[in-house]
């Protein structure tokens, strides 16, 4: 919501879609960049008190934002105001994810694994439903009120809700053990770098499609539905998202991310020939079913590969590439797009299907990576003496 509704609050202001990108831009970034600091912190020191922190200070950032842009400032200090309000807006979906491990300790080894994949599927399902409802309210809210009124919204529900994911139960089951002996281990391991990359590439997909769908939809006269557009991509995505608690476990992680990397990119092509919004509306719809099956294996394989005393760091970070893509594919559709002119969506989405093509490579490579790995664990096992 805040990503959406600082591009139209900034770009319905100016009249830039350079500079409502770069200041969406702004705050998917220093969000990113402060997710890990502040998903380190989470595990030092629990949940409860760093999410209900940053849930009142990001709403803080979110009034001021509205305040700054209404004002008449210059691009630069809408820029920075963007930057200091994404510093505190909390990751609330990779930490709830953070929670399941803890929550079905009880369990036996196999049925906790079975569970907490099945977790991951609702909560990357739940992430899709808000993802649609975000920008339709925002785009709602920016055609009945204002797009200030739509993002001191924003500001109020995460106040609300995330001082409510702060304070609830569960958040105790983070708290650290103050006897454990803390780990100094390295955390960016060669395969969290490769999921850290993959997420970059979905964060792209996000930052480009979203700038493409409001530079078609203002060209169609109607920029206040840009949100419910780009909301279209969550409908599908959710589907998707139930439908993966339902595979067996023998289609590894890595085989699921490359096939969702395939669809990525055969479903986003058509993008290029999009002219209307009811044809974009279509393709970004059906684009929606690859999404979360890719997201959902980066976080599982990183929730079965990373230690719970770091997994919370790991998982911000997760979220903070993700931030950073969108970035980076905000920023530069945005650009593309002005440099254009008309037809400016076209080359907007060219960055969407660019960045499906590196999502793809990622998977490739993961997959084969892993691969080897196995093969090397076969080939000490045949190695080995028989005891």
Do not use: K
């Amino acid at each position: 919501m805040s990503q959406m509704g600082t591009l139209l609050l900034v770009s319905g202001a100016t009249d830039s879609y350079g500079l409502g990108g770069a200041a969406a831009g702004a705050l998917a970034v220093t969000n990113a960049l402060a997710a890990p600091f502040f998903g380190s912190l989470a595990d030092r020191h629990g949940q409860r008190l760093v999410v209900l922190a940053q849930s009142l200070v990001g709403a803080a950032g979110l009034a001021g934002l509205v305040a700054v842009v209404d004002s008449g400032a210059p691009g630069g200090a809408i820029v920075a105001m963007s930057a200091l309000a994404g510093l505190a807006i909390p990751q609330v979906g990779p930490l709830a994810r953070v929670r399941w491990r803890p929550a079905l300790a009880g369990e036996p080894a196999d049925r906790q694994r079975q569970l907490v994949d099945a977790a991951f599927s609702y909560e990357g399902a739940t992430d899709e439903i808000s993802f649609v409802a975000g920008p339709a309210l925002i785009g709602l809210l920016a055609v009945l009120i204002s797009p200030s009124g739509a993002l001191l919204t924003a500001a109020g529900l995460l106040a609300a809700f995330g001082s409510g994911f702060a304070l609830h139960r569960t958040a105790a089951l983070t708290a650290p053990d103050p006897h454990a002996v803390r780990q100094t281990g390295r955390v960016l391991t060669g395969v969290v770098l490769v999921l850290v990359s993959a997420q970059f590439f979905i964060g792209m997909l996000f930052g480009a499609t979203q700038t493409g769908a409001t530079v078609l939809a203002t060209a169609e006269g109607q920029p206040g539905i840009a949100g419910l557009i780009h909301a279209t991509l969550g409908v599908g995505s959710a589907i998707a998202g139930f439908a993966i608690a339902a595979l067996p476990e023998r289609i590894t992680y890595p085989t699921r991310l490359t096939v969702a990397a395939c669809a990525l990119v055969v479903l986003s092509s058509p993008l290029l020939l999009v002219d209307t919004i009811g044809s974009l509306l279509l393709v970004i719809g059906l684009l929606g079913f690859a999404v979360a099956p890719y997201m959902i294996s980066t976080f599982a394989m990183a929730g079965s590969l990373v230690s719970p005393a770091r997994i919370g760091m790991v998982m911000t970070m997760l979220a903070g590439a993700t931030g950073i893509g969108y970035a980076a594919g905000s920023a530069s559709a945005g650009r593309l797009a002005d440099l254009a002119g008309a037809g400016g969506h076209t080359v907007a989405f060219a960055v969407t299907v660019g960045a499906t093509v590196c999502a793809l490579l990622v998977a490739l490579g993961l997959r084969h990576r892993q691969g080897r790995a196995a093969q090397a664990t076969s080939s000490d096992r045949l190695d080995s003496p028989i005891q």
